[in-house]
């Protein structure tokens, strides 16, 4: 055999294994088609336009600024695995230095930075297992890009957190425990629409009120229990009837003040996040709009831009 056709027979195995996984990929049953094309990373932040920016802005009244963040610190709650740490390494960490004799003070982090306290997560947070036709197994994520595509010790190298736009958006509180005449809800409570339509009713949201580019939170209740080991288990959240009912609504945003989604049922991280992009902040804080009974507002938030990083530690801010 001459040299020149074991490398064709050699280019041809390589081109039919690559393009045979790649069919079996775009075979599995999931969800894969991104709106904004096959390269697409930023998901639902692409609807954030010139338009709805302008939109949300004229909805601000009072100009009155609200944190929808709690502080991130050792004493968080943090979920089983995952750590915070922040140090002085010493005080002051440098100097006398200059003509003025100045000193400073800088800090040493170690930890899950993106996935503790209030959080943000990116689109390469959550992926699924397929089998595919040849009886493997590939981890998929949003917009089909593969496990083997994002693999990387040192961060992501598709879906990081770095390719998230920032949000200026009309946002509404959906006030789920308020509606039924509840502090909190109780553990493991599955909301559903029905829920969601009293929830409105009584807020004077109209469902048409609610655009594409919007941002919808929920409120539980559990923001009242931080910072209680126990908002990490055990949660309410909504359904998968819901997930959908926001995705057709086509939103920037959802979150709430646990993981959004009730403990397993991933209609959230995996209806929402996998299959159509829409990005999830967690664990807010809801005390002031609550107290105030605001239930619509303009957010601002942007995640840090961290190359590779799988979510971000978030400051979401509320004004009207």
Not at 184 to 189: A, K
Request: with cysteine.
């Amino acid at each position: 055999m001459t040299t020149f056709l074991r490398t064709m027979i050699y280019v041809t195995i390589a081109l039919c294994t690559h393009l045979c996984a790649a069919q079996l990929v775009d075979k599995s049953t999931i969800h894969r088609e991104s709106p904004w094309g096959k390269e697409d990373q930023a998901g639902s932040s692409n609807r954030i336009t010139k338009q709805t920016v302008l939109r949300a802005l004229s909805f601000i009244k009072q100009g009155k600024i609200v944190e929808l963040s709690f502080v991130h610190k050792t004493t968080m709650p943090i979920a089983n695995g995952r750590s915070f740490k922040l140090i002085t390494p010493s005080f002051p960490t440098g100097g006398p230095s200059g003509q003025h004799n100045i000193v400073w003070n800088d800090e040493y982090f170690s930890g899950e930075l993106g996935h503790v306290g209030t959080q943000f997560d990116s689109l390469s947070h959550i992926g699924q297992r397929v089998k595919l036709e040849d009886g493997s197994q590939q981890d998929v994520y949003y917009n089909g890009f593969t496990g083997d595509q994002l693999k990387n010790p040192y961060g992501v190298k598709k879906l990081g957190v770095e390719h998230v736009k920032p949000f200026v958006a009309n946002s509404y509180l959906i006030d789920i425990a308020g509606a039924k005449n509840l502090q909190s809800l109780p553990e493991n409570y599955e909301v559903t629409m029905s829920d969601v339509k009293l929830a409105l009713s009584k807020q004077g949201i109209k469902d048409t009120d609610i655009q594409a580019g919007d941002a919808v939170f929920f409120n539980y209740g559990w923001w009242r229990f931080w910072p209680d080991k126990k908002v990490l288990s055990s949660r309410p959240g909504i359904n998968n009837e819901i997930a959908m009912w926001l995705v057709n609504k086509e939103i920037s945003l959802v979150g709430s003040d646990n993981s959004t989604d009730k403990g397993g049922s991933h209609a959230v991280h995996f209806t929402m996040m996998v299959e159509h992009g829409i990005l999830n902040l967690e664990f807010m804080n809801y005390a002031e709009l609550i107290r105030d009974k605001i239930y619509q507002f303009t957010l601002f938030f942007a995640p840090l831009r961290l190359e590779g990083a799988t979510g971000s530690p978030a400051r979401p801010i509320a004004i009207y």
